[in-house]
């Protein structure tokens, strides 16, 4: 994945730090490219193509990747609301959109607090791999490949948040922001269990 990958990761873990929700304009997934989006990979930390340990997330990185992530995560959510069919996957979907809004409000006034302007990591490509992932979910049939697809990618993808809390934190240079971030791991956690469970109804 991209440097932006693991960058969004590094984000996402942010957003979801506030314990809150995010989005009303996400149309930003992170879901795979292509009718498969099942295979779609997940942001991985530490990616030799994406983001890797030397490279430095400034807080205005952050704060973008931040808000990119809630936004995406929301969008998703919304997504599932209405096009997933198992209910657990609808009702994950509903978490994700009510906690990703409310995330994303709590970023955006935190970033106002600090008077700190989000900025876009080098290269980053987030916004037009989002799309991607997002027009990959609107273009895969309604039903069970789809529940699956779009569960699966969210397991892969919150852990993938997880293991980039660490980087995140250490990248972070205020306090609030720091502190943001470290109530992030019940809630992702959170989240990924509630995914791992509607995964295992879905089946293998």
Known sequence: MSRHGAALAALVWLAL???????QNADTSAIGSGATAQAAPAPTAGSSTGASANAT??????????DQ??????ARGRLAETKGTSTDVKNFGRVMVGEH????????????KLNVTPQAPPNDQS??????????LNAMAKGKA????????????HEALMQTATKALDAAQNQELKDLIKKAAPVVQKHIDMAKKAQQKLGS
């Open 17 to 23: 730090a506030a314990c809150g929700k995010k989005d």
């Open 57 to 66: 997330l400034s807080d205005p990185n952050i704060v973008y990747i931040l």
């Open 69 to 74: 992530a809630n936004a995406a995560d929301s």
């Open 101 to 112: 809004h409310a995330l994303r409000q709590q970023g955006q006034q935190l970033a106002k």
């Open 127 to 136: 916004e037009a791999q989002a799309k991607t992932e997002m027009d990959s």
């Open 146 to 157: 789809w529940d699956k697809a779009y569960i699966d990618y969210e397991v892969g993808y």
